[in-house]
């Protein structure tokens, strides 16, 4: 069955960088493109990245535009969210979306399959 599986959130100080990553398994993870999506308390799920299937193509919402990179590999059914210079307001649960079909899309409602999400805490 389709599996996302998040990793590498934790506590990091403002100005910091931290690493997550995706693990995906039970689908042909290269037909898919892939979305990043956070949630902090209280507030709706909010779009953060999406990447194309090949990973030639990037997308980015404009609060993390520059600070965050999205990537993925596709020989190993991973994608990646590498999130540099943050701030308390990146201070959420991180989440790992398949994009149902076709191309990126900034919405929740697009994708079918979530991972459990990690949590990152950005401190001042």
């Known amino acids: 069955q389709v599996q996302l599986v998040e990793s590498g959130g934790g506590l990091v100080q403002a100005g910091g960088s931290l690493r997550v990553s995706c693990a995906a398994s039970g689908f042909v993870f290269s037909v898919y493109a892939m979305g990043w999506f956070r949630q902090a308390p209280g507030k709706e799920r909010e779009f953060v990245a999406a990447?194309?299937?090949?990973?030639?193509?990037?997308y980015y919402a404009d609060s993390v535009k520059g600070r965050f990179t999205i990537s993925r590999d596709n020989g190993k059914n991973i994608m990646y969210l590498q999130m540099n210079s943050l701030k308390p307001e990146d201070t959420a649960v991180y989440y790992c979306?398949?994009?149902?079909?076709?191309?990126?899309?900034?919405?929740?409602?697009?994708?079918?399959?979530w991972g459990q999400g990690t949590q990152v805490t950005v401190s001042s």
């Open positions: 990447i194309s299937r090949s990973g030639g193509n990037t």
């Open positions: 979306a398949r994009r149902k079909t076709g191309l990126h899309s900034y919405y929740p409602r697009d994708y079918d399959y």
